[in-house]
């Protein structure tokens, strides 16, 4: 099993930044991959980030390409996304995942999902 337990959304002015972080416990050596996912009211369910628990291969979704960075501390184990430069449709909440996707942005591929954190981008 891993525990994956999300921190650091909450309300930013469209231009801001936010730092979210997911923290890993558990058998994490079990899967390959830490994802992040995005769901906003009355959309599916989107891929945004993932990176490989190395840290050396980050993939990320072409809306939020250049703008978000995923990065992953070694010594806390737990991987962080920088949103920078927010826009009022980055407004969802954000979930951690892990697993061994075939595709990386298919949910399904992911075994372990942590309860989200909620991001607002307004003025």
């Known amino acids: 099993q891993v525990q994956l337990i999300e921190s650091g959304g909450g309300l930013v002015q469209p231009g801001g930044s936010l730092r979210l972080s997911c923290a890993a416990s558990?058998?994490?050596?079990?899967?390959?991959?830490v994802g992040w996912f995005r769901q906003a009211p009355g959309k599916e369910r989107e891929f945004v980030a993932a990176?490989?628990?190395?840290?050396?291969?980050?993939f990320y979704a072409d809306s939020v390409k250049g703008r978000f960075v995923i990065a992953r501390d070694n010594t806390e184990n737990t991987v962080h996304l920088h949103l920078n430069n927010l826009a009022p449709d980055d407004t969802a909440v954000y979930v951690c995942?892990?697993?061994?996707?075939?595709?990386?942005?298919?949910?399904?591929?992911?075994?372990?999902w942590g309860q989200g954190t909620p991001v607002t981008v307004a003025s």
């Open positions: 995942c892990s697993g061994d996707p075939e595709i990386l942005q298919d949910s399904n591929g992911y075994a372990y």
């Open positions: 990176i490989t628990w190395s840290g050396i291969s980050t």
């Open positions: 558990g058998r994490t050596f079990s899967t390959s991959l």
